[in-house]
C-alpha cells in the first residue's frame, strides 16, 4: 500500500509524469523500483489465480460426479426402469415416422443410443425396422465423396434388412433425377436395388423411384416371388436405355392392390384385375386406357392422364362397379370429354379434374360431358374438384341455365372446387343462394336447391358477381333458415381466390368473424406462388 501511495505522491510532485512532456533523470530510478514491484505482485495474483482456478476445478469435479451419481440412482427409481418390454416396443413403434430414414435422427438407431436398455428393446423388435426411405445423395460436384457416401449408406441398410428378422418390408427408395445420366450414379443405385432383390419375398409396399436402368434386374422376378406385395409405386426416369421394361413381372402377385406405373405397357398384365388402387401417370390413348380400365374390375382409386385418340376405333361403354375415387390429369390439347363420355361409375363419391403442365383451357363440353355420367352412373358424389381452366370464349357463351341444370344433377355434393376462370357468375350464385322452395314437399323442396348438402366451396373472382349478391349468397347458406320444407346444410368454409379489395369492407367483417370465410387476395395468392417456388431442394443428406 506503501508503495502505491508514494507512486501517488511522486506523480502529484511530477506534472511531467503524467503529460508527454520528457521524464526528469531523478524520476527514472524510482519509476523503475516502483515497476519492479508493482510486476512481484502480478505474478504474485497470477499464482493465486492460478490456485483458486485449480480448487475451483477441483469443486467441479466433484460435483459433476455427484450430479452423475443423483442421475444414475434417480434413473433406479424411474418409472421407465419397469416398464414391460411390450410397452416399450409400442411405445417406439408410436414415435417413429411411417418411414425411417437411414440416419440418426428419424431412425430407430437415435432410440437403441440412449441407453443399454432401449438399445437391446429397439434391436429385438424388428417391426422398428421394416419401413425405411432411402434417398441416394446427390452427386453436388466433382470432388463430392459420393462413392463414400453410398458405401455408408449401404451398410446402413444392411443394419436394417438384417433386424428386421422375416417381417414384410415397405421400402421406398428416391434418386435425383438430375444424375440419371451418369453412369457411376446408375451403379450406385442399382447396387442399393440388387440388395433388396434379395429380400424380395418380404416386399409388402415397394417404391422406387430410380434411373429406369436400375430397374432390370427386378425383370428377372415374377408375381409368384411376391407373396407379400400389396403396394407398387415405379417412377422410373429415362436413362441409358430407352427399352421399356416389361411389364409381366408383377403377373400373378396375388395381394397386389395398389399400382402407381407411369411407363408401362400394361395392356396384357393379368395382375389388373384385383387391383383396387390404380395409378397411370404416362399419357396413354382413350382406346388403350379403356382397354386396360376394361380389365380393373375391383378398382376403387383411379387416376389417368388420358390423351385425345386420332384412331377411330370404335370405343365401347366400361363400367366400374366399385370406383370411388376418380382423377383425371390433363395437358395441353387434351380434354377428357371423349374419355368420360364412355364410362358409368355408379359408386362414384370423388372426382377430381385436374391440369398438369401448363395452362389446360376446357371447354363446356367437359361440363356437359361430367353432368351425362352423373345422370348415367347415378352416382352420389360428395366431392367435386374442377382445377383446371375453362376457354373464356366458350364461357361466355356458356349459359347460365346449363351451369344450373350441371349443380341440380348433384344433390349429394358436400365440398365443391370451381375452375380459375370466371365460372362463378351472378346468375349461378343468385341460383345457389336459394335455400327455401315453395313447394310444399320437402323431397321436391330440395329438387329446387342447388346442391343443398355443401360444406366447403372455393371459387375465384373475376368480377363476375357483385358484392351484394356475394354477400346475400354468403348469409344465405352460412347461417340458413331452420325450415321443415328444406334440409339444407350451413357451409362450413368458404374460400373465394384472387378477392378483391372491396370484400374488406365493414359489410363483410361479420361474416369474416365468423371464421368460415377466407378472401385470398392476387397479390397474396402470388406471394405464396413465389415462397413455393422459392424453396431450396435439399442437395445432399446426412446418412451419418
Partial sequence: MQRYLAMDSLCTSNPSLTTTDAVQEKDIYHIRQICSEYTQDLDRMNAQIERLKASLDAITQKR?????KVASLKSITSPLRGFPTE?????????????????????????AQTCSRWRSVA????????????????????????TSKCNTLREGLECFLSRSGCCPLSISVYSVDANRWRSDYVLQVTRIVEMLILHHRRWKYLNLRVPRGSLFPVQRLRGED??????????????????????????????LGQMDRPFYDVRHDSSLAHLTHLVINRILGISHLLVVLE?????????????????????????????????VRCV?????????????????????????????HQQPGTISSLEDLFLRSECCLTNLELRCDLDEVYLSEFPVEDAISFFKSLPHLKQLALPKKSFMSEGLLRALTAVSSSSSSSNAADADILCPRLTRIQFHDFYAFSEQTLLAFLSARLFPPASPLSSVVPLEQVRIMDARGAFGSDEFSQIVESGKVEFVDRLDLRNREERWRSTPLSRSVDIG
Avoid at 434391436?123 to 459420393?146: K, N, R
Avoid at 378398382?299 to 365401347?316: A, C, G, Y
Fill in 332 to 360: 395441353l390439347y387434351n380434354h377428357p370429354d371423349e374419355f368420360l363420355d364412355h364410362l358409368t361409375l355408379p359408386k362414384l363419391q370423388v372426382l377430381i379434374l385436374k391440369e398438369t403442365s401448363g395452362e389446360v
Fill in 64 to 68: 459433476d460426479s455427484l450430479q452423475e
Fill in 226 to 255: 411376391f407373396p407379400c406385395l400389396e403396394t407398387v409405386i415405379l417412377h422410373g426416369s429415362p436413362g441409358f436405355s430407352d427399352d421399356i421394361i416389361s411389364s409381366t413381372f408383377f403377373d400373378n402377385a396375388l395381394r
Fill in 295 to 327: 380389365k380393373c374390375v375391383h378398382l376403387v382409386d383411379l387416376s389417368v392422364n388420358p390423351r385425345f385418340d386420332s384412331s377411330h376405333i370404335p370405343l365401347s361403354m366400361i363400367t366400374l362397379p366399385k370406383l370411388q375415387k376418380l382423377v
Fill in 123 to 146: 434391436i429385438g423388435t424388428p417391426e422398428l425396422w421394416t419401413a425405411f426411405h432411402i434417398f441416394v445423395p446427390e452427386v453436388a460436384y466433382s470432388f463430392d465423396p459420393h
Fill in 87 to 111: 410397452i416399450l416396443q409400442h411405445i417406439f413403434l408410436h414415435s417413429l415416422p411411417p418411414f425411417s430414414t437411414l440416419d440418426r435422427v428419424q431412425s430407430p438407431i437415435n432410440v
